[in-house]
């Protein structure tokens, strides 16, 4: 007799396990990398996202693309949660991490393939990834905090690295500097809300500022508002909560707090009782024409720790991904104030380790000589698709710079101006060492625990995923509907 099948799951429950399960994983994870893979570097493309209600978004920032493609795959949409982690974490390197993730997964699949222990796998890799941030933090350069000359260089290359590859490219000197400029006007904590982004549509580029103070949008609308003079030295600042004219709640609520913070002076909820230790003052105020805006700024507030960046530009899309690259650069900035310690970008640091664990992976016997060699190989993948990006022959640009890793070339990574291989530490193109260090935990981590799962267990939430024309229906036995 055979035994009567014991059935634990609800009637369309999808699970599926063990092997097939594992690669179906590692596929989808090297689907989510193929979308974003092409915008690395200097000569990366842009992709242009259109979500349902025909909002159109352009965007080079890897973990911008991957929250715009709402992903539903589970295991892919662990990729998506680590470069989402990697931007609100550091900043840049969004790309990065998910490639990187991505790749680890793709030298493991054949291991997976031949039935090698996922377990086996993930311990060489915990070992490379300790290894590998260890040899970071060995070969890093430090810059000294005491030489502010020194080290504002060192933030403008910073900045203009994590802006060499976006959309603003061209103009990266003169956002590099505002962008230093921005960070440094903050106080020790470098709280990111306190630089102020807004976004003025028309004229140049170049014809973006730096207020070193509060502005904001705001036209004077009472009778004979054109005569009163536009612009103040030293005057006072009395914060009312007041309804003075009718307006949105939301400006309203904006403006007051950056304001308080900036100048001084207390909130007052009446008129009757101003005195002088309550009001706020700022060295000038004046109403400037921005576009087809009028902006107040004050500028000069004794306790101004904070700033506003008012960018210009064509298209909404196009000033809307200054944005975004603006904040990938102060995000670097501020992470290179805190760790003051810098490696050289374009694919020199992932060769270097490359190298460093493959010679490691031969010192040592059994399984975990494949498995870390599979990591050291897994690490090129940065130098390949900037190689591939710009069109040029990753193949031979990359044996060459094997080459002289062997050698001892440290710094050397791919140049994307001249199709060769240069100095990239000379070359000024300059990573704070916290980015590739973030940026290796999270992929290994990530690649660890999509390695981990071995079973999918789906349940039918409601009728919309569950089987089709399931049984019992249509005769008040239906499921609830889902409201």
């Known amino acids: 007799m055979q035994p009567t099948p014991v059935i634990l799951?609800?009637?369309?429950?999808?699970?599926?396990?063990?092997?097939?399960?594992?690669?179906?994983?590692?596929?989808?994870?090297?689907?989510?990398?193929?979308?974003?893979?092409?915008?690395?570097?200097?000569?990366?493309?842009?992709?242009l996202m259109v979500d349902g209600r025909g909002k159109a978004t352009i965007s080079n920032d890897g973990a911008t693309i991957l929250k715009l493609l709402d992903v539903v795959h589970p295991a892919a949409k662990t990729l998506v949660d680590i470069a989402r982690s990697q931007d609100a974490e550091v900043g840049d390197g969004t790309t990065s991490v998910t490639l990187l993730a991505a790749?680890?997964?793709?030298?493991?699949?054949?291991?997976v393939e031949e039935g090698l222990h996922p377990q086996t796998i993930i311990r060489a890799f915990r070992t490379a990834t300790n290894l590998a941030v260890s040899k970071i933090k060995e070969i890093a350069v430090s810059v000294k905090k005491d030489d502010k000359q020194e080290q504002r260089q060192l933030l403008e290359?910073?900045?203009?690295?994590?802006?060499?590859?976006?959309?603003?490219?061209?103009?990266?000197?003169?956002?590099?500097?505002m962008v230093v400029d921005a960070v440094m006007s903050l106080d020790e904590l470098l709280s990111l809300k306190m630089i102020g982004i807004k976004k003025v549509q028309g004229g140049a580029l170049e014809d973006s500022q730096l207020v070193s103070g509060v502005a904001f949008k705001k036209t004077f609308s009472y009778?004979?508002?054109?005569?009163?003079p536009?612009?103040?030295?030293?005057?006072?600042i009395a914060l009312l909560n007041v309804e003075l004219e009718l307006k949105a709640e939301k400006d309203n609520a904006e403006v007051r707090v950056k304001s308080v913070e900036a100048c001084g002076g207390s909130i007052q909820t009446s008129v009757s009782a101003l005195t002088d230790d309550v009001l706020g003052q700022c060295e000038l105020f004046e109403e400037v024409q921005v576009g087809g805006d009028r902006y107040n700024i004050f500028k000069g507030c004794p306790k101004a720790k904070t700033c506003t960046i008012i960018l210009r530009g064509g298209a909404e899309q196009f000033t809307?991904?200054?944005e975004r690259?603006?904040?990938?650069?102060?995000?670097?900035?501020?992470?290179?104030?805190?760790?003051?310690?810098?490696?050289a970008g374009g694919g020199a640091i992932e060769m270097e380790l490359s190298k460093y664990l493959r010679d490691y992976s031969r010192t040592i016997p059994g399984k975990q000589q494949l498995l870390i060699g599979a990591y050291a190989k897994a690490l090129e993948i940065i130098p390949r698709q900037l190689c591939d990006n710009a069109g040029f022959d990753a193949t031979n640009i990359l044996n060459k710079l094997r080459a002289k890793h062997a050698q001892g070339g440290l710094w050397f990574g791919v140049d994307i101006?001249?199709?060769d291989i240069t100095d990239n530490f000379i070359a000024c193109v300059w990573e704070p060492s916290i980015v590739k260090i973030n940026a290796l935990t999270a992929a290994s981590e990530a690649a660890c625990l999509i390695l981990s799962v071995d079973e999918t267990i789906k349940n039918p939430r409601s009728s919309m995923d569950g089987p089709p024309g399931g049984a019992g229906r249509g005769r008040g036995r239906g499921r609830p509907h889902a409201h």
Do not use: W
């Not at 690259?325 to 490696?343: C, G, Q, Y």
């Open 9 to 47: 799951l609800k009637e369309g429950t999808d699970s599926s396990q063990g092997i097939p399960q594992l690669i179906s994983n590692i596929n989808a994870c090297q689907v989510i990398s193929e979308a974003v893979r092409t915008t690395l570097g200097p000569r990366g493309m842009d992709k």
């Open 103 to 111: 790749e680890f997964l793709k030298q493991l699949k054949p291991y």
């Open 157 to 177: 290359k910073c900045a203009a690295t994590a802006l060499n590859s976006k959309l603003i490219a061209g103009e990266k000197g003169f956002f590099s500097k």
């Open 223 to 228: 009778a004979g508002f054109e005569m009163q």
């Open 230 to 236: 536009k612009r103040y030295d030293n005057p006072k």
């Open 320 to 322: 809307e991904e200054t």
């Open 325 to 343: 690259s603006l904040h990938d650069a102060i995000m670097i900035v501020r992470r290179a104030i805190k760790n003051d310690s810098i490696v």
């Open 417 to 419: 101006t001249s199709e």
